[in-house]
């Protein structure tokens, strides 16, 4: 896979992740796993990219007499989700004349 798209999707699904809700690294790895592989280098790279962007915000938080990072999304972050719906459509589009030739000859 193009390793662009590839960063845009990671990048969508980490924000997918925490939409609705504060989230932290390990929960977040938890919420995708039935989805992607995520590893925590990757996932830290992709928060670290999402908050230069301004799509999430951190903060830190005291659990269990240590500190954890908070990730929320910003409204650039869910405007970011809603680009990447419509651009779907997109994509699919192309999957199908892609693919049109292999569903004739079946």
């Not at 504060?22 to 039935?34: E, L, M, Q, R, T």
């Not at 992709?46 to 230069?52: H, V």
């Not at 954890?68 to 589009?93: A, C, L, V």
């Amino acid at each position: 896979m193009d390793i662009q798209l590839k960063r845009g999707l990671l990048d969508v699904c980490v924000l997918a992740a925490i939409k609705n809700e504060d989230s932290y690294g390990y929960k977040i790895i938890k919420d995708v796993k039935p989805y992607i592989v995520l590893s925590e280098s990757t996932l830290y790279t992709i928060l670290k990219r999402l908050e230069a962007a301004d799509m999430l915000t951190v903060r830190s938080a005291e659990h269990d007499g240590r500190l954890r990072k908070y990730y929320r999304i910003t409204d650039s972050g869910r405007e970011r989700i809603e680009d990447f719906k419509r651009d779907w459509k997109e994509i699919t589009d192309i999957y199908r004349f892609v693919t049109r030739e292999e569903y004739r000859n079946e």
